[in-house]
């Protein structure tokens, strides 16, 4: 038998994510995105409620009740009130999760209770790179071994925060596989570059960062001499992202449904309209059938369990939903869906970066 009741501690989160969503993000949101920059006071609020520090392990301050589950609830909350705010506010998990899936135990103990802290560290990650049909599994940015050293070399982007970092966590090649490097932000060779100017997202700064024979200690690399499991970290970054897809592309539906109950046209509202009702209603499925493939991913991961079939599925169907219904609720309003005035455009545009996001978000 499926369950799909929350306990009483999910049932207290999403309820505190969706008030500071709906009563702090989408008042200022579509201010962050023509300014290219979120309120500080709103990140902090945001960080407050405290998902990251919950799930850390007691021994370093936190609660000790890690849940993929749960974090995908957040997500999708979060998501629904803006999802450049989201990825913001949620960028430290871009080096804290990794290091608490893969980390060794001394790297552990001297991350980890940075992410309990008051104000979180300033960290973040560099998986995409700039290249035609990138393949997290395929890097062109390279880590040789020299010693006690390691040499990485190559270009990243979409790095989010990577500015004001003091630590950058480096995906890159070694020997063909994929590994982790932490990398301080003020090592020689390593250049912060200008910042995307994306067609979404606005309100989220992202950089290009190039690394020109970037010495690093051989500690550094993640996980010690047996690396990570990138695959697991894979996948917990695409629970997160097809989490964020179904808050937004929820928001679409809502909106969209909403307004076509108080659109009147010929002397009745524009939901009556047979044509109009079905969009909705397939909007309406698509959007559950979505959570439902994040939620069984989430719970594969929490089991311990291989979950890269679903996460890969759940990925493919999960873009083009957002897509989908972003772009139906576009046309549901009509001319006034192209118009910034109205967030629907807005939507679509941050809709259309699902499938390059790779490495923005994980939970």
């Not at 999403?14 to 200022?28: D, G, N």
Request: proline letters at 5%.
């Amino acid at each position: 038998m499926l369950d799909f009741r929350l306990n009483e501690e999910q049932k207290m989160l999403t309820e505190t994510i969706s008030r500071y969503a709906r009563e702090r993000v989408r008042k200022v949101y579509r201010d962050a995105e023509e300014e290219g920059e979120v309120p500080e006071a709103l990140l902090r609020a945001g960080w407050e409620i405290g998902l990251l520090p919950t799930a850390m392990p007691e021994d370093c301050g936190g609660f000790g009740e890690y849940s993929t589950v749960t974090g995908a609830l957040a997500f999708e909350e979060f998501a629904w009130g803006d999802l450049a705010v989201t990825l913001k506010v949620m960028a430290p998990n871009l080096v804290a999760i990794p290091m608490l899936l893969c980390g060794t135990e001394e790297q552990k103990a001297a991350y980890l209770p940075q992410f309990c802290e008051v104000a979180p560290p300033r960290m973040t990650a560099a998986l995409t790179e700039p290249a035609i049909q990138f393949s997290p599994y395929k890097l062109k940015t390279t880590a040789m071994r020299d010693g006690d050293s390691y040499i990485l070399t190559g270009t990243k982007t979409f790095v989010p925060l990577a500015n004001e970092a003091d630590t950058i966590l480096v995906y890159a090649a070694e020997d063909g596989e994929t590994q982790a490097f932490l990398v301080p932000a003020d090592s020689e060779g390593l250049t912060i570059g200008v910042r995307n100017k994306l067609m979404g997202i606005h309100s989220l700064p992202t950089y290009l960062v190039t690394l020109s024979d970037v010495a690093i200690p051989a500690v550094n690399k993640l996980g010690g001499q047996d690396g990570i499991d990138f695959s697991l970290i894979l996948n917990h970054s695409r629970v997160a992202l097809g989490a964020a897809a179904v808050g937004l592309a929820r928001a679409g539906f809502e909106y969209a449904r909403d307004y076509a109950k108080e659109r009147v046209q010929f002397g009745e509202p524009i939901a009556h309209r047979q044509s109009i009702a079905f969009m909705l209603a397939d909007m309406a499925t698509e959007v559950d059938e979505a959570r439902l493939l994040v939620w069984e991913t989430a719970w594969k991961l929490d089991q311990g369990k291989d979950a890269t079939p679903e996460a890969t599925i759940m990925k493919q169907h999960v873009d083009r939903m957002v897509m989908q219904v972003a772009d139906r609720a576009l046309q549901i309003l009509g001319g006034y869906g192209y118009i910034r005035e109205y967030p629907v455009e807005l939507w679509l545009r941050n809709a259309r970066g699902f499938a390059a996001f790779d490495g923005l978000a994980i939970v």
